[in-house]
């Protein structure tokens, strides 16, 4: 079992930046591939963004392509989702993601997942 635990939402305006950090309290954190989704109110969950167990691949969605970049830290449990260029559009809850077998860019690809961390982008 692994539990995620986001940090890192707040207001910030247009064009500004966050950094959303998601920490894990399993020693086999380096074991699963991480995915970053977000929900906006009244949308699905949306995908953003995943990188594989040791850091070496990563995917975006086109939405988040060039502003925002995600990073691991096997050594501190971590995973980041560094946003520059944030935009009203932006605004959701953001969820971060485990999984120890697939990768991939649906919500049923991974088994854990934190609570979520409001981000709102003000004009």
């Known amino acids: 079992q692994v539990q995620l635990v986001e940090s890192g939402g707040g207001l910030v305006q247009v064009g500004g930046s966050l950094r959303l950090s998601c920490a894990a309290s399993e020693h086999t954190f380096s074991t699963n591939n991480l995915a970053w989704f977000r929900q906006a109110p009244g949308n699905e969950l949306e995908f953003l963004s995943c990188?594989?167990?040791?850091?070496?691949?990563?995917y975006y969605t086109d939405s988040v392509k060039g502003r925002f970049t995600i990073s691991r830290d096997n050594a501190k449990n971590t995973v980041y989702l560094q946003m520059n260029g944030l935009k009203p559009a932006d605004t959701a809850v953001y969820y971060c993601?485990?999984?120890?077998?697939?990768?991939?860019?649906?919500?049923?690809?991974?088994?854990?997942w934190g609570q979520g961390t409001q981000v709102t982008v003000s004009s």
């Open positions: 990188i594989d167990r040791d850091g070496t691949y990563t």
């Open positions: 993601a485990a999984s120890p077998s697939g990768i991939g860019v649906t919500r049923r690809e991974y088994s854990y």
